[in-house]
């Protein structure tokens, strides 16, 4: 089946019912994307189809195919790095880093939603589990990529 993955079309022969995080890392290469859970909780695996985040350790890649998938691999503008990803260099977010990449691709939903989001609505979002418990810098990051926006 074909998919678009960042941009780039790719063929993959993967079953219809392999969960898309597996495609990514194993077939298409791209390992950004963390395993966290596999219940679709955590939040580590976020990608974005067609701009919405999507936790893809539970979705069978048969259901995106002929959609837009964006890793955390495709965000950057060559070798500058995202608002988003700037944020979080910049506020020194990660500490273990290991659920950074899906909260920043929801952080990127988010502001294409909201380019100023409220607490709340920030709240509301970034419903991923950070195990280092980064989440006031998280939300300064936030904050920090919205005014670069």
Not at 37 to 60: F, M
Not at 91 to 120: F, N, R, W
Request: proline letters at 4%.
């Amino acid at each position: 089946m074909k998919l678009t993955v960042n941009q780039r079309s790719v063929t993959v022969d993967d079953a219809p019912d392999t969960p898309l995080l597996w495609v990514l890392r194993d077939t298409v290469g791209l390992t950004g994307t963390k395993f966290g859970c596999g219940i679709a909780q955590c939040g580590a695996c976020t990608v974005l189809v067609d701009g919405e985040p999507l936790r893809s350790c539970s979705v069978p890649v048969a259901s995106v195919a002929g959609k837009h998938i964006t890793t955390i691999e495709g965000i950057a503008h060559g070798e500058t790095l995202s608002n988003v990803q700037q944020a979080w260099v910049d506020v020194e977010v990660p500490q273990c880093g290991y659920c950074q990449s899906g909260m920043i691709m929801a952080t990127t939903a988010l502001l294409k939603k909201h380019s100023h989001p409220t607490d709340t609505q920030i709240d509301e979002a970034l419903t991923n589990i950070c195990r280092c418990g980064t989440y006031d810098r998280i939300r300064v990051a936030v904050k920090k990529a919205a005014g670069a926006a």
